[in-house]
């Protein structure tokens, strides 16, 4: 217990011959330095504060105008109009000032007036500009005369060398659509989905709707939409993650893969080492605001960044009714799980973050570490895995106080949580196809027991030098954690490297106290808890059926030279797909982001529409390729519109939503709304795009090249789809679905969607015949540069 004695700073003994006292120098040390850090951290915030809060002006402009105002008094003209004399009439200020002290100070003050006016009206314009989303709706390559003139508008307005947040206060808000917009949109979206009959008896339930309720609804929201910075995002979070009583793992987080075809080293501690420290680099430039805004891509619009305040020092707290997502300020270390033990590893020293080198000594340390774990401490983490009520019940039974409130404390206060496992995976072996439906699942659930799922994220290190990570879902969307995974993966192979051994660079300091092992006292009653929680959580990642593959035939590249959206063309495919598997539509989930707006979230795009079943229907009927084609183009079409609809505030199920959260506050029911939210999304797709494609050289290093990552099936007789765009030439999937549902199989819709692919491609564009490469014939190379 070496380190514990090492937190206290002094100690004192009373003895006959008085009161002796012993201090700890080096605790004393690091509490001041930890302060120090603290207060630089404190003096950051404030300077960005300021600088976000006058933007897009500088603070070196008020001096500008200040110098402006006075040069033009001492010229005598007044610039004011008379209100610097009027300001100087009312000057509570002593009768020993002179008449010229008070004269500059009254210009100084109009100045700072007219200073934070100029503001107002720069980001009031600024926001007005951010409103203007007709460029989204205009062909593809052909700008408009008035976009052309908003562009450069953007640009004046936006200043100079933004920081993370400083578009925030001129986002727009998201706009409520009209109560008869979005039913007219459902109407339509559900339609290939049902039979005249079934069409019927929905169109008359959403008459009702709109002629009655619908509009008293709409009145509450617009209200709410006056006064919150978004109408849908609280509600959102609460009742779509917090409220949730089902388990979070497989259920709700999501994962992320580390690089496809190479491993930087195969030393477990040695990756952890330099990965851990591009995170911290990463939060450190995340509490600077030193991260370029995120932007539309080729007009260089800004996006919120509100999700990414959020990322480190986060955790999903449990409770009976609902949980609750807690955010500290600041936490300089990490906990750790390997073996069934927890440590709290410390990644500052004196004040200054460790080497990639020493936080690889650190974790070979608990590697190395024999000690067994304590009575029940090898799988509580499965709580985290189970039923949220169970959990919470027992966090306030046996974790409110002692021993397992303090170390439940610093696993939930720790900055994020790191798994290390015993496990290999990745694409491997004689059967790499396999290994990455195998490697998709351990990083999706592992063990049930070897990940804190509550946690904002968890990264997870395998024995040969493969990671991976795990995101709780309710505090932000996948690209935000996509920038964040982007950046570290990177960081830990282009800037901080290895080694010809594979180890960190760097040299160690010997002397680093040793990671702390947190201390347990499980009853057997909780212990009892533990193993229902397991049972729970078992039985779910049991029931998932996971199908991971790379499609290199082709890629956006040969797409967009049939000009075609990208994203449209394997939207289609999929629906293709779906339908030659099970002979009929189902309604689906694309994820679009709202992030236009402040503090937007997600938005669905409902990819099943009138358009692609008319023409999947075409195709599958033996017609003639030029009608399948114009259908295909129509189709196309018709997802760019609904997916430029659902970026710009036009969507349907958000709006929907909260109309129906506003009828469960005002106590109402609604047939309509209840039928609405019922629905069951039989496919859910998301696409995971590259953001930072200037970090990642596709074409001299295409080895470099993440397998993106995916989520569990939406529904028990549906399948889960993610799918990233990889440079030019590929595109990886990733299948989710039930063993338990007869009529879902991961592996035969994945087969179903390659067929797809070729069909569309063929029937689009010249017959060119690409060699095909197989997943065999990349096997994964290991480097150790």
């Not at 002290?101 to 006016?117: D, G, N, P, R």
């Not at 990644?347 to 190395?368: H, T």
């Not at 939210?677 to 590259?690: D, G, I, K, M, N």
Request: net charge neutral.
């Amino acid at each position: 217990m070496a380190e514990a004695h090492q937190a206290v700073a002094f100690q004192f003994t009373v003895t006959p011959d008085g009161i002796d006292l012993q201090l700890s120098h080096q605790a004393l040390t690091e509490i001041y330095l930890s302060g120090v850090r603290s207060w630089k951290k404190r003096i950051i915030r404030l300077k960005n504060s300021v600088i976000t809060g006058v933007y897009p002006a500088s603070p070196s402009s008020w001096l500008f105008v200040v110098i402006a105002i006075l040069a033009t008094m001492y010229t005598r003209s007044d610039p004011s109009m008379g209100l610097i004399a009027k300001i100087q009439e009312h000057l509570p200020v002593s009768q020993s000032m002179s008449t010229q002290c008070q004269a500059v100070l009254s210009a100084v003050l109009f100045s700072t007036m007219l200073w934070l006016l100029l503001i107002f009206t720069m980001r009031l314009c600024l926001k007005q500009l951010l409103s203007y989303h007709r460029w989204m709706f205009e062909q593809h390559g052909k700008m408009s005369t008035t976009t052309k003139v908003w562009v450069a508008l953007v640009r004046i307005f936006s200043g100079r060398k933004p920081l993370l947040y400083s578009y925030q206060g001129s986002l727009p808000n998201l706009p409520v659509p009209t109560v008869k917009d979005t039913v007219k949109r459902y109407l339509d979206s559900v339609r290939p989905l049902m039979d005249d009959t079934e069409y019927e008896r929905m169109t008359k339930l959403a008459a009702e709707f709109e002629s009655s309720l619908g509009n008293r609804l709409q009145w509450y929201l617009k209200l709410k939409a006056l006064w919150a910075a978004n109408y849908v995002s609280d509600w959102w979070e609460e009742y779509v993650y917090l409220r949730g009583r089902s388990p979070i793992m497989v259920n709700s987080n999501y994962y992320g893969m580390d690089f496809l075809y190479v491993t930087p080293t195969p030393i477990q501690a040695a990756r952890a080492g330099n990965s851990i420290h591009a995170f911290f680099l990463y939060r450190r430039k995340l509490n600077r605001e030193e991260i370029k805004p995120s932007r539309i891509p080729g007009i260089a619009i800004p996006l919120c960044a509100a999700q990414c305040e959020r990322i480190f020092n986060t955790t999903r707290i449990p409770g009976e009714e609902t949980d609750t997502v807690h955010h500290w300020q600041d936490s300089d270390y990490v906990a750790v799980y390997h073996r069934g033990r927890y440590f709290r590893l410390k990644v500052y020293q004196a004040g200054r973050l460790l080497s990639p080198r020493e936080i690889e000594f650190q974790i070979q340390r608990i590697l190395d570490d024999s000690s067994l774990p304590s009575k029940g401490e090898a799988k509580l983490g499965a709580l985290t895995a189970g039923d949220r009520i169970p959990w919470a019940k027992a966090r306030t039974k046996y974790f409110s106080s002692g021993v397992n409130k303090r170390s439940l404390d610093c696993i939930e206060r720790a900055a994020f949580f790191v798994t290390l496992d015993d496990d290999e995976q990745g694409m491997m072996g004689d059967d790499p196809a396999s290994s990455l439906d195998h490697y998709a699942k351990s990083l999706l659930h592992g063990k049930c027991y070897d990940r804190w799922f509550d946690k904002s994220f968890s990264v997870v290190y395998y024995k040969n030098g493969k990671n991976g990570i795990n995101a709780e879902h309710s505090w932000a969307d996948a690209p935000v954690l996509a920038h964040l995974w982007e950046y570290t993966l990177a960081t830990d192979s282009f800037q901080l490297g290895y080694n010809a051994e594979g180890h960190c660079k760097g040299d160690v300091d010997s002397s680093l106290p040793r990671p702390q092992k947190l201390n347990w006292e499980i009853p057997p009653e909780c212990e009892e808890q533990i193993s229902q929680s397991l049972a729970v959580a078992q039985a779910l990642a049991d029931d998932v059926d996971f199908h991971v593959f790379s499609f290199r035939d082709f890629g956006k590249g040969k797409v967009k030279k049939c000009r075609v959206s990208p994203d449209a063309f394997i939207q289609m495919a999929l629906q293709l797909a779906y339908y030659r598997e099970r002979r009929t539509f189902c309604l689906t989930y694309e994820a679009s982001m709202t992030r236009l707006f402040r503090e937007g979230r997600t938005e669905t795009v409902r990819s099943c529409t009138n358009e692609s079943s008319a023409f999947v229907r075409a195709l599958e009927g033996g017609e003639a390729a030029d009608v399948c084609r114009r259908l295909f183009r129509a189709a196309s079409e018709k997802h760019q519109q609904l997916y430029r609809m659902a970026m710009t505030g036009g969507g349907i199920d958000r709006h929907l939503f909260c109309l129906y959260v506003v009828s469960k506050y005002l106590g109402v029911e609604s047939p309509f709304l209840k039928e609405v939210l019922s629905e069951p999304w039989r496919l859910s797709t998301s696409q995971t795009p590259v953001q930072q494609v200037e970090l990642f050289d596709m074409v001299n290093h295409p080895e470099y090249i993440s397998c993106g990552g995916g989520f569990g099936p939406v529904a028990d007789d549906g399948y889960g789809v993610s799918y990233c765009i990889l440079g030019d030439n590929m595109i990886n999937f990733h299948i989710s679905c039930k063993h338990s549902c007869p009529d879902t199989d991961a592996h035969k819709f994945g087969d179903q969607i390659r067929k797809a692919l070729h069909d569309l491609i063929q029937l689009l564009g010249p017959s060119q015949k690409e060699p095909s490469k197989p997943e065999e014939s990349r096997p994964e190379v290991k480097k150790d540069q």
